[in-house]
């Protein structure tokens, strides 16, 4: 884990909260799991900035949170996309794919 | 953004369930990440402390959180607040010292400028007032004569271009006559040809108007009455303009009541005045400059006029002369001006003093709570939090000083106000609480917290956690930066405490010598009884001195009264007027001043004066007014040093018969025989030498006035009531002006209760002072001899004795005291000039300076000295097992 992949990735952090949670709700540290997997174990959030991007996001209504047992018996606080988040999700990928085209035909065209 | 507001107010409201479900959702993530770990096959202590590592510090996450939650701010505002209270009731004396210094200076200050401002800035009600003149001749010696000027001479300066309006005034003593005792009523007669001289418009009804005294003919009945005047006579009434007030049996209308602040002249009621063409009659003249004119430019302009004047009617002016033109503010309100600039530079000095005091207790508290900080750093707070945190603490002393400040200004506000001499300062300046200067003390008190809180905050929140966490907070030796300022204020509050006592004994030795002043004569159980008689009444020579005499005898005949004796202007310690006269045999033209005065024989033995040399005139010698004098031995030496002073004559030619107000005896103004010297009085105040003093029998010129001097075997003031009752027996109109007695004429001198005035304040000013710097010196030794209980401990232990310690705890202060003490004994010296003319005394006086230096060090040396028995005391063990 590269020091500068991670500084990459606090920029589209949102992005990849709202897509691992896009599933079924997860609790903080499934967040975490959940992002490590889809992204084939390159990305690993600390959660110094995940708990902090989970309660923004809840504040501004893209996340609802409930508390319920986790898989073990545990009482956890769960995250489930509001149907704003979802909205949210979707604007942001179609952002992301427009960067990437855009990125991919200029680095190719060099 | 309702929703954002509400969770605004819910992270608020419910701040502890945020915080506890905040603090769940972390353990439940600690949890997990352990069991994942166990998992793995760790053990569970091992997977508990993986699982922190990885989560990073409970403490660190949830601070982030807290960071991105709106509603924060007041959230840690809280918890700082909240800390604050803890850490400040933990250390009282810190925090009462230092909200004492803050509060003390910011008090001292605001209502010392608040006099200031009433009284220099803002003393008169009038618009337009520093264009309000009054009129006098400076003569070629540079005194200043009063011009008066006649009904024409009003008509033709007010065709000059630089005034606006002028007002001719006189001033009566009436009485009431539809009261069941006739009362004193000052009346201010004011020609109303211009309204809008003064530019107040009346509270009640109207102000005079042109319509009620036009020019050469006879004023209309009708009066408007001054707000104090309303209130005593008529308690308020509201229905009172329409009313008919009687002042010596004639019917007046009232028209108008004037507001409180409109004081002119001092006087109860304003009447319309009455100007003629006549020449021989001369009024007071207040002059008012049009706006953009100088005070030079009206003085050309007016000059060729008054020329003119002195053509006509040589005897009333000077030689040669030159129009002077001052302000009322110049003339009332400028006078106390330099007492009071005196007192806000030590206030201002105090402020300093509290304001160093503060920032020396937060210096040495900060350094103190090194260690702390460094743990609390290390433990995840933000570099901003604890500057933040340092903030609340100072501003919450800042806060605490200036709400008790703001309380002890009123208090110190109204006292002041008690204590200013009466008569000093103009009776229209309404002395307040003047809000600008409260705000600027309180925002210097806030500054000097932040500015001191702060600056060893900034460099305290990044310090080398490692180092001090290892460390005791007790090696940690405070930074050079930290003690440098350390070092200066301490000298500051020095120097500046040792100029605040100079003044103050300074000034304290000066009302001394005004209180132990010789006076010369009896002032105990003595007063003046001031009558005033009317217009057309007692108008011949010989009506007027029986009258006079009846008053004298009736009181004198009272059982409750030793002797009584007629004092027209002479009630001491200031008394006579300036008259020149004329010394038989010497050059003519010579024309030597002395003070000369209007008395009965029995004046004399009223006041205990013993003769010195001759006789006094007798009761029948008096009643025929004979022309006799008497004079005080100031005068018999300066010019008969030989002792030949008895049988010489003087000539005083202001003494004319001028009926029907000022009737004269025959051979007033002619030659008269001295009879005797009497002993020197007090005749100019209680500070100048005293003058030339020439006594003769009040009937050689009478005044529309006259004064009894009453000795009594009670107190005097409490037969007031029958006086006035033995006088309306003797003329039912006949009321008595304010009464003091003679101890009260002392001490309302201006001289003296100025005197006592600054003496009482700097006193009080300077012992705050020196008990601020005594605070200030003692924790600063505090503060060093905390740091170093470490190094005392181990040089004890390698065999310093404790007189070695006592000094090394106390050099390097005494270095700095002594600084102070140097830098304070060349200020007062450099002040030495202003105090002289201020004070009445020079602060260079070595007795003064060595006392106070004295005073200065004893007060040093205690305050150092208690900290530094705490440096002796250590114990050797106990110091080095603080590692």
Redesign the interface.
Do not use: F
């Given at each position: 884990m590269g020091k500068e992949r991670t500084d990459l990735l606090r920029g589209t952090l949102d992005l990849l909260i709202l897509k691992a949670l896009a599933l079924e709700p997860l609790h903080g540290v499934g967040v975490s799991r959940r992002i490590a997997q889809i992204t084939g174990g390159a990305f690993q959030v600390s959660f110094g900035s995940l708990f902090p991007s989970l309660h923004r996001m809840e504040e501004k209504g893209w996340l609802e949170a409930e508390w319920r047992a986790s898989e073990n018996n545990r009482r956890a606080k769960y995250y489930r996309l509001a149907p704003s988040g979802r909205a949210q999700l979707r604007a942001e990928e179609r952002d992301w794919k427009q960067v990437v085209k855009i990125m991919t035909g200029a680095v190719g065209s060099a | 953004m309702p929703?954002?507001i509400g969770?605004f107010f819910r992270s608020l409201l419910r701040k502890g369930a945020v915080e506890q479900?905040l603090d769940?959702?972390?353990q439940?993530?600690v949890?997990?990440?352990t069991?994942?770990k166990m998992k793995e096959g760790l053990s569970h202590p091992e997977a508990r402390r993986q699982a922190l590592i990885?989560?990073?510090g409970v403490e660190?996450?949830k601070e982030?959180?807290r960071?991105?939650?709106?509603g924060m701010f007041l959230e840690t505002f809280a918890q700082d607040l909240r800390y604050t209270f803890r850490e400040l009731r933990k250390r009282p004396t810190f925090a009462l010292t230092a909200i004492l210094s803050l509060a003390l200076g910011i008090a001292a200050t605001s209502a010392v400028f608040s006099v200031v401002y009433a009284v220099l800035v803002d003393p008169f009600p009038y618009p337009g007032s520093d264009r309000i003149m009054e009129l006098s001749m400076r003569d070629s010696a540079g005194k200043d004569r009063y011009a008066g000027l006649n009904g024409p001479q009003m008509q033709q300066l007010r065709q000059t271009k630089s005034i606006e309006s002028i007002a001719g005034m006189d001033q009566w003593n009436l009485t009431t006559t539809d009261g069941d005792l006739p009362e004193d009523v000052r009346a201010g007669y004011l020609s109303p040809d211009d309204p809008n001289h003064w530019g107040t418009p009346a509270l009640m009804g109207r102000w005079l108007i042109p319509s009620d005294a036009p020019y050469g003919k006879d004023p209309q009945p009708i009066v408007v009455i001054g707000y104090k005047f309303w209130q005593r006579y008529y308690f308020g009434d509201p229905g009172v303009v329409g009313r008919t007030l009687q002042l010596v049996h004639k019917p007046y209308q009232i028209v108008g009541v004037m507001p409180p602040r409109f004081k002119w002249g001092d006087t109860d009621i304003y009447l319309p005045l009455h100007v003629t063409a006549d020449p021989s009659i001369y009024f007071g003249a207040s002059i008012k400059l049009r706006p953009g004119v100088t005070v030079a430019q009206a003085n050309a302009d007016i000059q060729p006029y008054l020329e003119q004047f002195a053509k006509e009617a040589h005897a009333h002016y000077p030689e040669k002369f030159r129009s002077n033109l001052r302000s009322i503010t110049e003339l009332y309100a400028k006078p106390l001006g330099p007492t009071l600039y005196l007192l806000l530079g030590a206030v201002a000095s105090l402020l300093l003093i509290g304001c160093a005091n503060v920032s020396i207790l937060l210096l040495a508290r900060s350094a103190e709570r090194q260690q702390e900080f460094a743990v609390r750093s290390a433990v995840g707070a933000e570099r901003l939090r604890i500057v933040r945190q340092l903030l609340t603490e100072s501003l919450t002393i800042a806060f605490a000083g200036t709400i008790l400040g703001v309380l002890l200004a009123w208090r110190s506000l109204a006292l002041i106000i008690a204590w200013l001499p009466e008569n000093s300062f103009p009776s229209e300046s309404v002395i307040k609480m003047n809000w600008p200067v409260l705000l600027f003390s309180v925002g210097l008190a806030f500054a000097t917290a932040v500015l001191f809180g702060l600056s060893p905050a900034i460099q305290l929140s990044r310090p080398d956690i490692a180092r001090l966490m290892q460390g005791s907070g007790r090696r940690v030796m405070g930074s050079a930066n930290t003690k440098r300022t350390h070092k200066a204020m301490v000298a500051a509050q020095v120097a500046l405490t040792l100029l605040l006592l100079s003044a103050a004994s300074a000034a304290g030795k000066g009302f001394l010598r005004l209180v132990k002043a010789d006076l010369g004569y009896d002032p105990h159980a003595t007063m003046s009884v001031p009558i005033p008689i009317h217009e057309n009444t007692y108008g011949t020579w010989k009506g007027r001195s029986e009258y006079f005499e009846q008053i004298r005898a009736a009181i004198a005949s009272m059982p409750e009264v030793i002797d009584a004796g007629i004092s027209t202007n002479a009630t001491p310690p200031e008394n006579g007027w300036d008259t020149r006269f004329e010394l038989f045999g010497s050059a003519s033209g010579q024309q030597p001043e002395a003070r000369v005065n209007f008395i009965s024989p029995e004046y004399l033995t009223v006041l205990h004066i013993p003769l010195a040399q001759g006789r006094l005139f007798d009761h029948t010698e008096t009643m025929r007014g004979a022309p006799l004098a008497l004079i005080n031995q100031t005068m018999a030496r300066q010019y008969w040093p030989n002792g030949n002073a008895i049988g010489q004559q003087v000539k005083i030619a202001v003494l004319k018969d001028e009926p029907p107000y000022s009737p004269a005896a025959s051979g007033s103004d002619g030659w008269l025989q001295i009879v005797g010297v009497v002993s020197d009085v007090r005749d100019d105040g209680l500070r100048n030498p005293i003058k030339p003093a020439i006594y003769v029998p009040y009937t050689i010129k009478m005044r529309m006035f006259t004064q009894i001097l009453v000795r009594t075997r009670v107190p005097p003031l409490s037969i007031l009531r029958d006086i006035r009752a033995r006088l309306v027996r003797l003329d039912r109109e006949q009321q008595v002006m304010q009464v003091r007695d003679l101890e009260a004429w002392i001490t309302g001198l201006q001289e003296y209760s100025q005197q006592r005035f600054i003496a009482t304040l700097f006193g009080v000013f300077s012992v705050l002072a020196l008990v601020l710097a005594a605070v200030g010196l003692y924790s600063v030794v505090s503060y060093g001899v905390a740091t170093r209980t470490n190094e005392f401990g181990i040089r004890m232990a390698l065999g310093a004795n404790s007189s070695d310690v006592f000094r090394m705890a106390l050099t390097s202060t005494a270095v700095n005291v002594g600084a102070g003490l140097v830098a304070g004994i060349i200020l007062s010296i450099v002040f030495d000039k202003l105090s002289t003319r201020w004070v009445m005394e020079s602060s260079r006086n070595p007795l003064i300076l060595a006392g106070v230096t004295l005073i200065l060090i004893a007060a040093a040396a205690l305050a150092c000295f208690l900290p530094a028995r705490r440096a002796v005391r250590v114990d050797p063990m106990v110091a080095l097992r603080h590692e």
């Open positions: - | 929703g954002r969770s479900a769940d959702e972390l439940s993530a949890e997990l990440l069991q994942e990885e989560l990073g660190q996450v982030e959180v960071a991105i939650r709106p």
